[in-house]
């Protein structure tokens, strides 16, 4: 392994599942450092405190140190100090990071989480490592053997001393020591961290480049202000479409732009395929969901839940609803998703007429919260969705006051899910759950045995309804899909093709869903999340003041990312108003540019969820289609969007069934 590996399983912490949160230029000159002592050490470059000299220009097979290596061949003066290569290098670091996470992850050593989280590997954690405690997980031994050396005479060998030297650089001892065993071993630290020549150059060079640029000054540009007169005049915004009213913004101002909403609230308003990268990349250092979700979950007495959560305890939230929202906790229960889909599917006869937005959510809802919580809360749903359109308009949003949720209605609604709440709780005794297969209220009631003080009692209601808050979100993208579908006969009569192949002989299995076994299904279903997107942007606070795109965003600022804006930018996705399933062919594939595709979130927040939910709606269109011919209210019905509080279609949006093709 490189240098540039041992730096980066050194500094991740796995309570997080990032990097220890040492400051950021350090940490890229540590990178940029370890880059040039992995060249030393391959005897292609030599270093001393005056100079770096070019040995050998030959490439060394590694994409990473190759650059570093041609761009120094490259240099008419070869004979530059390495604090001018190190800061050279540095503003490469977070494509560095990357692409050394990505390759530890291909070879099995960490493992990646939805919402760029890593962790150890699982059979490399428990691994013996060489010279290492039997059972022990091989970082901590690592980390225990260079402890253990720090706090001794021991003499470390070169390479330990370099990293030492590495990682003393960016200052992050002081989070893998207890602070009385930092105190006691930071002379031994910088004792060690001079004892070899190339650790001696790079970690000098580190530390002062640190110290020179992490307090050079960035201009930053004034952020433009929103004028709402001309953007009121936007077709977008008539149309109720956020996604390209958004994008729009981004033509008309660029990326950053300033707004003031009703009551004179301020909030910086960020788009574009650059924001989308730096919030995947960067968000978790600056971004915050807890000011957002704050009054959302108070409304259910929670004071905590995962989207609310954001750092250490997130990602422990996330790991410990990871298997409950995974694609094989749904496999294993495909039989029951039939079963669900069909029932409410023998409600379809000829003739009949079926509401695009009531009658989907309650449609989602039985299978959604079967499937997760072991109860129907299908005759529930029309309640919960008042009640949660409400919380989030007067809680979250702010946009109405908060006392419109205690009106007489919301009040009995809220007694209802409470009631939902004690028959989910009721349903997960050990004795009515034996031989049932486990599910998210069987993980989360787990939880809160094994840990009342991380995830009490209070907390649970909103865990338990989030799911079903969720079928709303499913309900209002399979809407759009079959509307797409539908108005495109084309289209229609390929996803039934598929749909007759795979149930022509029986329910199919986990394996007989193959890209090429539903192709088209898959690419309408892409296209039409494209032009529709259930959740089209996120809210978040800006915790630790930072610059985006050049422009200075201060702590404690509101900002809205408007994640689904490049959907609608004509240099993702040429005529991008046109519906295009082909987009998504291998050859075009323009989802795959840096940037283009926001739907599942962006960050440490991305869907936990989303690939199950990904299946679970190709099912439910699939189903659909080899049982139903379904049409319009008329061939030519024009889609209207209703955009608060998330994006959905209108209620006069309906489906005709025209004609059963196989009886359910």
């Not at 405190?49 to 030959?58: F, G, I, P, V, Y």
């Amino acid at each position: 392994m490189k240098l540039v590996d041992d730096l980066v399983l050194m500094l991740l912490n796995e309570e997080t599942g990032y990097m220890e949160q040492v400051a950021g230029w350090n940490l890229s000159c540590a990178i940029a450092g370890a880059l040039l002592a992995d060249l030393s050490l391959e005897y292609r470059i030599d270093m001393d405190m005056e100079s770096l000299t070019l040995l050998d220009a030959k490439p060394t097979g590694d994409d990473l140190l190759d650059s570093v290596l041609a761009n120094i061949a490259a240099t008419p003066e070869q004979r530059n100090t390495v604090q001018y290569w190190v800061e050279k290098n540095a503003p490469t670091s977070d494509e560095v990071l990357e692409k050394t996470l990505d390759g530890l992850t291909s070879k099995g050593i960490l493992t990646y989480e939805s919402g760029g989280f890593w962790s150890l590997a699982r059979e490399v954690s428990f691994a013996q490592p060489e010279g290492g405690d039997a059972g022990l997980p091989s970082r901590a031994a690592t980390k225990r053997r260079i402890i253990q050396m720090l706090l001794s005479d021991e003499i470390p060998d070169p390479r330990d001393v370099i990293l030492i030297g590495l990682v003393n650089a960016c200052d992050a001892f002081r989070f893998i020591f207890m602070p009385e065993e930092y105190q006691a071993a930071r002379e031994r630290i910088q004792i060690i961290s001079n004892m070899d020549l190339v650790g001696r150059s790079v970690g000098v060079a580190v530390a002062q480049s640190s110290l020179q640029l992490s307090l050079a000054s960035r201009p930053a540009q004034p952020i433009p202000k929103l004028r709402w007169l001309p953007m009121l005049r936007k077709e977008s915004l008539r149309e109720g479409n956020s996604a390209k009213f958004f994008a729009d913004i981004y033509r008309d101002y660029g990326p950053v732009v300033e707004a003031r909403f009703p009551f004179g609230r301020r909030v910086v308003i960020l788009v574009g395929n650059a924001v989308n990268e730096w919030v995947n990349r960067r968000g978790r250092l600056h971004l915050r969901s807890k000011e957002y979700m704050t009054g959302l979950e108070q409304v259910f007495g929670a004071q905590r839940s995962l989207p609310g959560m954001d750092g250490a305890e997130h990602f422990r939230m996330r790991k410990a609803q990871r298997s409950a929202f995974s694609l094989s906790r749904l496999w294993e229960r495909v039989d029951d998703l039939y079963g669900e889909v069909r029932s409410a599917l023998r409600a379809w006869e000829p003739g009949a007429t079926v509401g695009a937005v009531d009658g989907l959510r309650q449609f989602t809802a039985g299978q959604t919260s079967q499937l997760t919580v072991g109860v129907d809360a299908s005759d529930v749903m029309a309640d919960l969705q008042a009640y949660m359109h409400r919380a989030q308009i007067t809680h979250a949003q702010r946009v109405l006051p908060r006392f419109l949720l205690k009106t007489p209605r919301m009040r009995r609604t809220r007694r209802g899910i409470d009631d939902l709440q004690m028959k989910i709780q009721a349903a997960h005794t050990s004795a009515r759950r034996m031989g049932r297969p486990r599910d998210l209220g069987d993980d989360l009631i787990s939880l809160h045995n094994s840990d009342p003080q991380f995830f009490p009692q209070t907390d649970m209601t909103f865990g338990l309804v989030m799911p079903l808050v969720v079928a709303l979100y499913m309900a209002n993208g399979l809407a759009f899909h079959l509307y797409n579908m539908i108005s495109r006969p084309d289209i229609y009569r390929r996803v039934q093709a598929e749909a007759d192949a795979l149930f022509e002989n029986g329910d199919p299995q986990p394996g007989d869903y193959s890209p090429q076994a539903i192709d088209v299904t898959r690419r309408l279903i892409l296209e039409s999340s494209r032009l529709y997107p259930s959740i089209p942007l996120q809210m978040r606070n800006v915790m630790n003041a930072c610059v985006v795109e050049g422009y200075e965003i201060p702590a404690g600022t509101r900002v809205l990312i408007g994640s689904t804006a490049p959907h609608y930018m004509a240099e993702n996705y040429p005529e991008p108003l046109r519906f295009d399933i082909d987009r998504y062919l291998p050859e075009r594939s323009e989802h795959r540019k840096a940037g283009a595709w926001g739907l599942y979130g962006l960050g440490t927040h991305t869907c936990l969820g989303h690939r199950w939910a990904d299946m679970q709606i190709a099912i439910n269109v699939l189903l659909i289609a080899h049982h139903f011919d379904l049409e319009l209210p008329s061939p030519d019905h024009k889609l209207q969007l209703n955009p608060f509080p998330t994006n959905a279609p209108r209620k006069n949006l309906k489906f005709h069934v025209r004609a059963l093709r196989h009886a359910v």
